[in-house]
């Protein structure tokens, strides 16, 4: 049995900054492609309204290249963080972490709540005649929104079990 490294610089042992820095390696990876996708899924709704609707899907399909090329960029310059038996470097300011953990439902029902009220709004506002106009651009925006909210608490899901996380990935290293 080794002795517990009392300093915190042993990164064998779970420490919250050392898990924390795992999980913190992990949401940087994750988010590195998710974002991008989300625009490419963003464009996909944009491009199926516009066909539904006898339009031209050309923005959506711009929005699914340009989603699509980035995502496979951002994962392409994470592999080496994906697959590394690197130890992570520990999270610094502990406190912004949880504080971060404590605010993100807060910021995920502030986002979907001003996305609706401003698609609502938009579908309110529309001109009848301009009504099939704007149907793509409003599932481009609710995909969007649901998306990055989607992110954002998967970033917080790994947060909060970020101590297990490292455990698991202290047992296969």
């Known amino acids: 049995m080794t002795r517990p490294d009392l300093t915190g610089t042993d990164p064998t042992v779970i420490t919250p900054g050392a898990a924390y820095g795992f999980a913190q390696r992990r949401s940087w990876v994750f988010s590195a492609w998710w974002f991008?996708?989300?625009?490419a899924a963003s464009g996909v709704a944009y491009s199926g309204f516009s066909l539904m609707l006898a339009r031209s899907p050309e923005t959506g399909?711009?929005?699914?290249?340009?989603?699509?090329?980035?995502?496979?960029?951002?994962?392409?310059?994470?592999?080496?963080?994906?697959?590394?038996?690197?130890?992570?470097?520990?999270?610094?300011?502990?406190?912004?972490?949880?504080?971060?953990?404590?605010?993100?439902?807060?910021?995920?029902?502030?986002?979907?709540?001003?996305?609706?009220?401003?698609?609502?709004?938009?579908?309110?506002l529309t001109p009848k005649d301009a009504y099939p106009d704007i149907l793509p651009v409003l599932a481009?925006?609710?995909?969007?929104?649901?998306?990055?909210?989607?992110?954002?608490?998967?970033?917080?899901?790994?947060?909060?079990?970020?101590?297990?996380?490292?455990?698991?990935?202290?047992?296969?290293?």
Do not use: H, N
Request: glycine fraction near 6%.
């Open 36 to 39: 991008s996708a989300v625009l």
């Open 61 to 124: 399909v711009v929005l699914v290249i340009l989603g699509a090329a980035m995502s496979a960029m951002g994962w392409a310059l994470t592999a080496m963080p994906r697959f590394t038996r690197k130890f992570p470097k520990p999270a610094a300011d502990i406190p912004r972490v949880e504080q971060g953990i404590r605010t993100t439902p807060i910021t995920i029902r502030t986002f979907l709540i001003a996305t609706a009220l401003g698609v609502a709004a938009l579908a309110i």
């Open 140 to 173: 481009m925006i609710v995909t969007l929104a649901v998306g990055v909210c989607a992110g954002l608490a998967y970033i917080r899901r790994l947060m909060i079990g970020s101590a297990e996380l490292y455990t698991r990935w202290l047992e296969r290293r």
